[in-house]
């Protein structure tokens, strides 16, 4: 015989839904006091656990070509220092996301006759996600200046979680993650 579902009421789902807010944690009380636990550089690696929209907005500014492979990419900050790049080479996860932004990645340069920005990975709940989050930033003469890579989403929403963002200045590292550029670059579908 066939379980049947249980109706939950209005009353309860509102009461459960207030519960969940009243229990939801504050990011501020989470985080330490510590400066120095913030942001740490050692061997050409620097470590940050919070205001990454303004470090990834610093980095862009000092590149001229900036290239990567981004899961989500709705951070007006972001998209307007991308902007003033002489040149952008974006993979995004393709989605509702990426559409709603389209026309804001119209505004981006290319440094490619394929596009500033282009999809990859399959829509859908259980379908396959670009989940990566890296960049490389170029000087003018063509040499990488740094990769920015971990958790951190460039969006919105993500400048209030809890994230970490790397920031590589060493040759070999940015050198592995060019490589997987490239090749994801060669696979993605046009976008913009």
């Known amino acids: 015989m066939p379980k049947r579902k249980r109706k939950i009421s209005r009353k309860k789902t509102i009461k459960k839904a207030k519960y969940a807010v009243s229990r939801a944690p504050d990011l501020n009380l989470m985080r330490s006091t510590s400066a120095s636990t913030h942001l740490r550089t050692v061997n050409n690696v620097t470590v940050s656990f919070h205001n990454h929209t303004d470090r990834v907005k610093a980095l862009i500014d000092e590149a001229v070509v900036v290239k990567g492979c981004l ?110 550029f490239s090749l994801l670059w060669r696979k993605s579908k046009s976008f913009c």
Request: overall charge positive.
């Open 71 to 180: 899961c989500w990419l709705t951070s007006k900050t972001l998209i307007d220092a991308l902007a003033r790049c002489k040149g952008v080479s974006l993979v995004i996860s393709r989605g509702k996301m990426a559409r709603a932004y389209k026309e804001r990645y119209k505004a981006l340069k290319t440094v490619s006759a394929r596009g500033a920005v282009r999809v990859l990975g399959a829509e859908g709940k259980h379908n396959s996600l670009l989940h990566h989050k890296f960049a490389i930033g170029y000087s003018s003469s063509g040499k990488a200046l740094w990769l920015a890579t971990a958790s951190f989403n460039w969006s919105k929403k993500a400048s209030g979680n809890l994230e970490n963002l790397l920031v590589f200045r060493d040759a070999g590292v940015i050198a592995a993650f060019e490589q997987e």
